[in-house]
């Protein structure tokens, strides 16, 4: 059995996101290269993230650091999305504590591929009363809190 993708889009990962990783098929579309890039970050693909990002954006040195990164991404949930345009709430774990990243994500296409080109940070929090984000299906006010 395939495991499923980590980008919350309920496919497998080896028809989600691995092909993109791997340079086999590029984004199509604003959302399958957020996700894809979301899935590169739990991964640490340093390479992919800057092969992905507009020119205005690439510095080599982010490379290192993605693959070098100690927090753990533990789920994506995306909350809209338009043809340039993707909102996402990124939740990641830096030593026991669980924090969430809140994004307006900008895409932008350059000879007919589509590169992440800003990202805009909106304010963001866990409810305490939402399923905690670490997948153990308790409320968070009872698990990671
Ligand atoms: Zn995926
Ligand atoms: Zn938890």
């Given amino acids: ?5 980590y980008c919350d889009s309920l496919k497998s990962f080896d028809i989600c ?10 984004p199509q579309c604003a959302l399958e290269l957020m996700r894809s890039r979301y899935s590169a970050y739990v991964l ?3 390479q992919y993230l800057y092969d992905t990002c507009s020119p205005k954006l690439k510095n080599k040195e982010d490379i290192e650091s993605i693959n070098t990164q100690v927090i753990d991404w533990i789920g994506l949930k995306v ?3 338009s043809d340039n345009e ?5 939740y990641y774990k830096v030593k026991n504590e669980i924090m969430v990243l809140k994004e307006k994500s ?5 000879d007919k591929k589509i590169f992440y ?3 805009q940070p909106l304010s963001a929090q866990i409810n305490r009363n939402e ?6 299906g308790k409320k968070y006010k009872k698990c990671c809190a």
């Fill in 1 to 5: 059995m395939s495991k499923l993708c």
């Fill in 17 to 26: 996101c691995e092909p993109f990783l791997l340079g086999k098929k590029s």
């Fill in 44 to 46: 640490r693909k340093g």
């Fill in 79 to 81: 909350q809209s999305f």
């Fill in 86 to 90: 993707v909102v996402f709430i990124a």
């Fill in 106 to 110: 900008l895409f932008i296409i350059i």
């Fill in 117 to 119: 080109d800003s990202g």
């Fill in 131 to 136: 399923t905690c984000p670490c997948g153990s």
